[in-house]
T-cell receptor, first 113, second 113 residues
Framework: GESVGLHLPTLSVQEGDNSIINCAYSNSASDYFIWYKQESGKGPQFIIDIRSNMDKRQGQRVTVLLNKTVKHLSLQIAATQPGDSAVYFC????????????FGTGTQLKVEL | KAGVTQTPRYLIKTRGQQVTLSCSPISGHRSVSWYQQTPGQGLQFLFEYFSETQRNKGNFPGRFSGRQFSNSRSEMNVSTLELGDSALYLC????????????FGSGTRLTVV
């Protein structure tokens, strides 16, 4: 069936290190992917997106990689800061998917000082 | 510009009651979606509206309903509340739909007692 899953529920990193959060998806019809960050008490905040015709996209300190062959998505955060501590979700929007996003289960990123 | 505004932020209701949640999308956005977020089920799609028409509905009972007004503002209603309806209800808006990315509000925290 259709699902978006995250490999790790919790990721702890040292401040200043790079973080990599992974996501597996199973719907090969998905053509748009988004990473969201959710802090406690807030709604998900858009970080970066990528379309299926791209393999990589960079933002400010963040990079998203898409591997369509193995249906894998990753979010890389450079020089992780305490403010990056949050839950990160990947989401996919399948072509013809009825304008809904399917979310992964989320990864808790903890930045240690 | 103003973001997605959800009211109220917090609600406490008794089982059997009904509740109405409100969402004001970003100006110019015509697509509004609702999601339910719980620790056990994560983020689940409720429904999506575009220009006052429901385009898609998630797998929720008929007690969950919504509507969208001509100014794109949206409401969702839950009737005959159950304890399991306790959740964070998130509204998201987009220019046209999922493939254009969604911006989320801060949510309404509903507690059913």
């Amino acid at each position: 069936g259709e699902s978006v899953g995250l490999h790790l529920p919790t990721l702890s990193v040292q401040e200043g290190d790079n973080s990599i959060i992974n996501c597996a998806y199973s719907n090969s019809a998905s053509d748009y992917f988004i990473w969201y960050k959710q802090e406690s008490g807030k709604g998900p905040q858009f970080i970066i997106d990528i379309r299926s015709n791209m393999d990589k996209r960079q933002g400010q300190r963040v990079t998203v990689l898409l591997n369509k062959t193995v249906k894998h998505l990753s979010l890389q955060i450079a020089a992780t800061q305490p403010g990056d501590s949050a839950v990160y979700f990947c989401a996919e929007a399948p072509t013809g998917g009825g304008n809904k996003l399917t979310f992964g289960t989320g990864t808790q990123l903890k930045v240690e000082l | 510009k103003a973001g997605v505004t959800q009211t109220p932020r917090y609600l406490i209701k008794t089982r059997g009651q009904q509740v109405t949640l409100s969402c004001s999308p970003i100006s110019g956005h015509r697509s509004v979606s609702w999601y339910q977020q719980t620790p056990g089920q994560g983020l689940q799609f409720l429904f999506e509206y575009f220009s006052e028409t429901q385009r898609n509905k998630g797998n929720f009972p008929g007690r969950f309903s919504g509507r969208q007004f001509s100014n794109s503002r949206s409401e969702m209603n839950v009737s005959t509340l159950e304890l399991g309806d306790s959740a964070l209800y998130l509204c998201a808006s987009s220019l046209r739909g999922a493939n254009y990315g969604y911006t989320f509000g801060s949510g309404t925290r509903l507690t059913v007692v």
